[in-house]
T-cell receptor
Framework: DTGVSQNPRHKITKRGQNVTFRCDPI?????LYWYRQTLGQGPEFLTY????????KSRLLSDRFSAERPKGSFSTLEIQRTEQGDSAMYLC????????????FGPGTRLTVT | AQTVTQSQPEMSVQEAETVTLSCTYD???????LFWYKQPPSRQMILVIR??????QNATENRFSVNFQKAAKSFSLKISDSQLGDTAMYFC???????????FGTGTRLTIIP
């Protein structure tokens, strides 16, 4: 069990550029989640996958955001035409299908939009 | 909509003392799970303890225990014999049974003083 990994750990981009983040969940977990955390706040839910199916999306996930999990393994989160308000920590978590809904978090990708 | 409230933005205690962090939540559901997560400085979020709403017995994990008051919708975390490594942000989180997303509070920054 190597835990949830996320890449890159830090990303600095200029406003208007596109960025893509990757999340590798714990191998036997079929559920994968994306959250966004701004300074001094708790994480806010963005979207959730069960295997390759995206089952729920938050209103926070504007049209500029897209997430995929093509083979039910790793996931990518893309932000197009980044804005300064997109600056945040993007957290990925995974959980098994059975159990107590415990989610295991990765270290996050910190995005800074200049 | 479910909400989670943590009314203590910051707390500090001396090493070896006991500290209690407060959390209240609001839901119309009867079956749900509650969690406390710990986020050390610049490190990833880890699960501290969970509580299933249908269980009357309060959960305990070594030095960590909860006081779950379902009628009052209160879920406090007690840390006994506090250690320097307990210094972190602590988030209370909630999820309905059958709903996958976690709803987090705004967190309590806990500092253990040597």
């Amino acid at each position: 069990d190597t835990g949830v990994s996320q890449n890159p750990r830090h990303k600095i981009t200029k406003r208007g550029q596109n960025v893509t983040f990757r999340c590798d969940p714990i191998s036997e977990h079929n559920r994968l989640y994306w959250y966004r955390q701004t300074l001094g706040q708790g994480p806010e839910f963005l979207t959730y996958f069960q295997n390759e199916a995206q089952l729920e999306k938050s209103r926070l996930l504007s049209d500029r955001f897209s997430a995929e999990r093509p083979k039910g393994s790793f996931s990518t989160l893309e932000i197009q035409r980044t804005e300064q308000g997109d600056s945040a920590m993007y957290l990925c978590a995974s959980s098994p299908e059975t159990g107590y809904h415990e989610q295991y978090f990765g270290p996050g990708t910190r995005l800074t939009v200049t | 909509a479910q909400t989670v409230t943590q009314s203590q933005p910051e707390m500090s205690v001396q090493e070896a003392e006991t500290v209690t962090l407060s959390c209240t939540y609001d839901t119309s559901e009867n079956n749900y799970y509650l969690f406390w997560y710990k986020q050390p400085p610049s490190r990833q979020m880890i699960l501290v303890i969970r509580q299933e709403a249908y269980k009357q017995q309060n959960a305990t994990e070594n030095r960590f225990s909860v006081n779950f008051q379902k009628a009052a919708k209160s879920f406090s975390l007690k840390i006994s014999d506090s250690q320097l490594g307990d210094t972190a942000m602590y988030f209370c989180a909630f999820t309905n049974f059958g709903n996958e997303k976690l709803t987090f509070g705004t967190g309590t920054r806990l500092t253990i003083i040597p």
